[in-house]
């Protein structure tokens, strides 16, 4: 059983924008709180990068080649976390997965199926 769903993924115009979104709905509530969230892409014959990672005191970092278009958020309450994406780009396709690391403790870690998002005209 997955520990974290993605959903939110398509297929969206150059310019466009999606929210990917990533739930984690058989954590409790004080564990996802405690973990640092974060969310990567994979590009065909490439490997997975860091896209934008939110701490569990709410501290956020960015990919440079998304800063300024990209924001992610967390909803500790609905145990939730975002990635808003406006002025997408081509470059931007890729399979979106959604990660739950432990801190300080960084011995367990979670990662979704992953969602496609594509970026063509």
């Known amino acids: 059983q997955e520990q974290l769903v993605e959903s939110g993924g398509g297929l969206v115009q150059p310019g466009g924008s999606l929210r990917l979104s990533c739930k984690a709905p058989?954590?409790?509530?004080?564990?996802?709180?405690?973990?640092?969230m974060g969310w990567y892409r994979q590009a065909p014959g490439e490997q997975r990068e860091l896209v934008a990672m939110?701490?569990?005191?709410?501290?956020?970092d960015y990919a440079d080649s998304v800063k300024g278009r990209f924001t992610i958020s967390r909803d500790n309450s609905r145990k939730t976390t975002f990635l808003q994406m406006n002025d997408l780009k081509p470059e931007d396709t890729g399979v979106y997965y959604c990660?739950?690391?432990?801190?300080?403790?960084?011995?367990?870690?979670?990662w979704g199926q992953g969602t496609q998002v594509t970026v063509s005209s």
């Open positions: 990660h739950a690391q432990s801190v300080p403790d960084t011995s367990r870690d979670y």
């Open positions: 939110v701490a569990r005191g709410g501290q956020t």
């Open positions: 058989r954590m409790i509530t004080s564990v996802f709180n405690s973990y640092n």
